[in-house]
Nanobody, 128 residues
Framework: QVQLVESGGGSVQAGGSLRVSCTAS??????????MAWFRQVPGKEREGVAH????????YYAESVRGRFTISRDKAKNTLDLQMDMLKPEDTGMYYC???????????????????WGQGTQVTVSS
């Protein structure tokens, strides 16, 4: 239905900033974005929700661990999703995935099962 491709990420020292982006494309007929989110995962741990944004109203929601440091935004015209990450900590290290809600779900905003489309991920590494 929708293809997601992440970009950005990389390596930075603690206290630094990084930005990851996601572009949605290849919408099949009738498919549209309801909301999008960023998740992260490190080997051996479950995927963790980081931030969510409603596509229409742009209302955002953050995990407690990143609130005040990360900012999620979207460009409806370009179908892009960004995550600006400031004051990074080593525990922010992980593979970052964007996800799209294209079928309406009443699950919480950071529940992985809410999203049916996922990107391939981009690595973020924060060194101490």
């Amino acid at each position: 239905q929708v293809q997601l491709v992440e970009s950005g990420g990389g390596s930075v020292q603690a206290g630094g900033s990084l930005r990851v982006s996601c572009t949605a494309s290849r919408f099949t007929y009738g498919a549209y974005l309801i909301s999008m989110a960023w998740f992260r995962q490190v080997p051996g741990k479950e995927r963790e929700g980081v931030a969510h944004i409603s596509w229409g109203g742009g209302i955002s929601y953050y995990a407690e661990s990143v609130r005040g440091r990360f900012t999620i935004s979207r460009d409806k015209a370009k179908n892009t999703l960004d995550l600006q990450m400031d004051m990074l900590k080593p525990e922010d290290t992980g593979m970052y995935y964007c996800a799209a809600e294209v079928s309406l779900s009443d699950l919480p905003p950071l529940a992985p099962a809410k999203y049916t489309r996922w990107g391939q991920g981009t690595q973020v590494t924060v060194s101490s």
